[in-house]
């Protein structure tokens, strides 16, 4: 059992634990009989808050299953998830849904702005939803960290893709969420525009204290992370601290080359 410690962080925890998130042998299966596939296999990982944790592995390993799993998007076989110390796998669906729309901001790989809302529209809707107040400095604070000042009126049709992203991270740090979510938030940028997104999540970390876990398949992007997760077949076989590209794509290789003789 993990050890809760609070921590106090640039960022605040306010009162928090160190530990964001956390799975506790989990396991996620589809299927049963001879269709049954063992997406998850047992996995235990801690998710450090105030930090940016990328999810690597290849194909199939399982990235995307631990993410949503992570972030109450599906359900577990069995093991438990805890946001904080809130265990999200006994939570009724009413509740889960709050919990992610309070709690949890989500980044895709396709942007999913509104296309008749503006930039700052975009932004502040999923707190009009929920009917709560953005607060004016922090709106501030973000708008100014993703570089978006001077484009706030603008629709999503008059944004590069790269700013369309921008905007969506500025909707998921607005609502001060404990978490972001990425899944390839970079996959559809170009390699300038995936930078400067990626660039900004960092600074988000940073600055901001956000906790940000992101999977991808890019070793660059990986390396702007403070710690990769390995998964492979539904396992998280091996991690890396303070990650550059180069050292990334070695350890893939790595695998591959483990994979293939296996
Ligand atoms: N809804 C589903 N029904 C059945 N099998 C599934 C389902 N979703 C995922 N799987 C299987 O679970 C395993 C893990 O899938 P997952 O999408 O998590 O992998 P991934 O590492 O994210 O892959 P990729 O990099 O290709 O996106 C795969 O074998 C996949 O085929």
């Not at 006994?90 to 809302?117: C, V």
């Not at 998921?172 to 990626?198: C, K």
């Amino acid at each position: 059992m993990t050890t809760a410690v609070t921590i106090p962080r640039h960022g605040g925890t306010g009162g928090r634990t160190a530990v964001a998130a956390r799975a506790r042998q989990v396991v996620k299966a589809y299927g049963s009989g001879e269709a049954r596939v063992v997406a998850l296999d047992s996995v235990d990982v801690d998710i450090a808050r105030g930090q940016f944790t990328a999810i690597m592995g290849p194909s199939g390993s399982g990235k995307s299953t631990l993410m949503h799993c992570l972030a109450g998007l599906d359900t577990v076989t069995s093991g438990e998830i805890y946001l904080d110390e809130t265990e999200i796998t006994r939570l009724k669906d009413k509740k889960l849904t709050q919990l992610r729309r309070d709690r949890i901001g989500f980044i895709f790989q396709a942007f999913n702005l509104l296309p008749t809302l503006s930039a700052l529209e975009n932004i502040t809707l999923p707190m009009d939803i929920a009917g709560r107040k953005a607060d004016a400095e922090w709106l501030r604070r973000v708008v100014d960290t993703v570089g978006l000042s001077e484009r706030l009126r603008h629709r999503p049709n008059q944004l590069s893709g790269g700013q369309q992203q921008r905007v969506a991270v500025a909707r998921a740090l607005a609502a001060r969420p404990e978490i972001i979510f990425g899944d390839e938030p970079t996959g559809n940028l170009d390699s300038r525009a995936g930078a400067e997104v990626l660039g900004f999540l960092r600074t988000s970390v940073d600055e901001l204290g956000q906790t940000i876990v992101m999977v991808t398949h890019d070793p660059v992007a990986a390396s702007y992370a403070d710690r990769v997760l390995y998964l492979a077949d539904g396992r998280i076989v091996d991690e890396m601290e303070r990650p550059t590209a180069d050292a990334v794509l070695d350890r893939m290789k790595d695998f591959d080359a483990r994979g293939r003789t296996s």
